[in-house]
């Protein structure tokens, strides 16, 4: 199969297309381009459905390219935001841009280049762009984006600052296609206004005929956002998240969204992905399979060969009776690479384990460490404990430095004694 939308559709991959004819224009090469906006100093794993179209749209023939909005990010693209977004420092911002860019260079490698739209925002006055481009846009079609829409019918409403953000992402478009003649721009559902809006202003400067495509958001079955946990987002640097608690995200994701997520998130084949999806619903399926060979992908293209093998070293040693020798060489190999909670030696000896599950946050209160020890869920040093009150004592530390706790098959604390 040669035509990259069709590959991507039969990966679900697709929300919308402005033109059916794209489907057409792809058999040919072509220039496209997927934005991020630099609101934090990495991206999150929603972003990564992003990175894999540029990917993609690479593989079958055609020139990718990144947008880091450094003009943009100092606005805040109110899509999909209730409240508008805190605005960031200058100084924050060239520091998150700095950190996007070279994770995405390590990721995409040379043949995607990076680009940032500051480079060419800075250099235009702001009477000149009101004249030259803002005379293009009709507030009557800007009102009706639905994301505009959507803002003002909120009791927060809408700031001037952020009903603009659609003109620049708009003037963005037109400044690739002109100098880099980029035909395609792809983004998330949410960015549908902003692409139309885009193709419109080309059209209207131009007379020629650009194109748009929207990937649907990530989401889990239940109807909430994937990426999302109880501690933050599911950030794609380590330096923000470490390769075992990526990887063990993606083992915790429920049989219901695992197919689709290996569809949008992994290059495996169509035919594999089917074949795993065939063998969940037979008796011989071990649990979490697909969990495993989709947190295996992943983590192994964000953050490689080496990556991948620290966070299942990392989980292996952590696992309930594995058989990994709970040593004082290993957890302090592994100490950088999952939850790591430093204690002096009065803050746990002497106190009940439900007591220190509850004061790590293992467990959101003490009456919920109890239960987790009932339902033989608890464990220390990948040892099942059996009653909530037992005592933490010295003799359970590792090396009179380590203890690790555990909830169920997946959740890892490492408690480290750090003595004046």
Request: proline share 3%; aromatic share 10%; charged share 25%.
């Amino acid at each position: 199969m040669t035509n990259v939308i069709e590959v991507l559709q039969q990966r679900n991959f697709i929300d919308q297309l402005s033109d059916e004819k794209l489907k057409e224009i792809v058999k040919n090469p072509i220039s496209c381009y997927v934005g991020f906006d630099p609101t934090a100093d990495s991206l999150h794993i929603g972003h990564l459905v992003g990175v894999m179209a540029l990917f993609w749209l690479n593989k079958y023939g055609h020139r990718a390219y990144a947008l880091i909005g450094g003009a943009t990010g100092k606005i805040g693209d109110p899509s999909g935001k209730s409240i508008e977004r805190p605005f960031l420092d200058d100084k924050i911002i060239l520091k998150n841009i700095s950190s996007i860019k070279s994770f995405l260079e390590k990721v995409l490698g040379k043949d995607i280049e990076v680009v940032n739209n500051n480079d060419w925002f800075e250099k235009i006055k702001f009477t000149d762009f009101l004249r030259d481009i803002g005379k293009y846009f009709r507030i009557g079609p800007m009102l009706a984006k639905e994301s505009v829409k959507l803002r003002l019918e909120s009791q927060e409403g809408m700031s001037f600052t952020e009903f603009s953000y659609q003109v620049l992402q708009s003037y963005d478009y037109y400044h690739l296609f002109k100098h880099l003649n980029i035909t395609l721009q792809i983004g998330g559902s949410d960015q549908w206004g902003n692409i139309t809006a885009g193709i419109e202003l080309i059209r209207k400067l131009t007379h020629k005929t650009v194109y748009g495509m929207t990937f649907p958001l990530l989401t889990r079955s239940d109807g909430k956002k994937f990426g999302k946990t109880e501690s933050g987002a599911v950030w794609l640097d380590e330096k923000k998240l470490s390769y075992f608690d990526f990887y063990q995200y993606l083992i915790r994701v429920p049989d219901t969204d695992v197919i689709k997520l290996l569809k949008m998130l992994t290059f495996l084949s169509l035919e594999d992905i089917n074949d795993i999806e065939k063998q969940m619903s037979t008796s011989s399926y071990k649990p979490n399979s697909a969990q495993k060979i989709l947190a295996t992908e992943v983590t192994k293209f964000i953050h490689g060969s080496e990556g991948l093998k620290i966070a299942q070293n990392v989980t292996e040693a952590a696992s309930p009776g594995s058989d990994s020798t709970l040593d004082y060489d290993t957890l302090k190999q592994i100490s950088k690479d999952m939850p790591n909670i430093k204690l002096s030696p009065p803050d746990i000896i002497g106190k009940k384990y439900s007591d220190i599950a509850c004061l790590i946050g293992l467990t959101s209160s003490k009456s919920e460490a109890v239960r987790l020890v009932k339902n033989n869920g608890a464990y220390l040093n990948n040892k099942k404990v059996l009653d909530p009150s037992s005592i933490i004592s010295e003799k359970d530390l590792i090396k009179s430095t380590f203890l690790l706790f555990g909830a169920g098959k997946k959740k890892r604390i490492l408690v480290t004694i750090e003595k004046k």
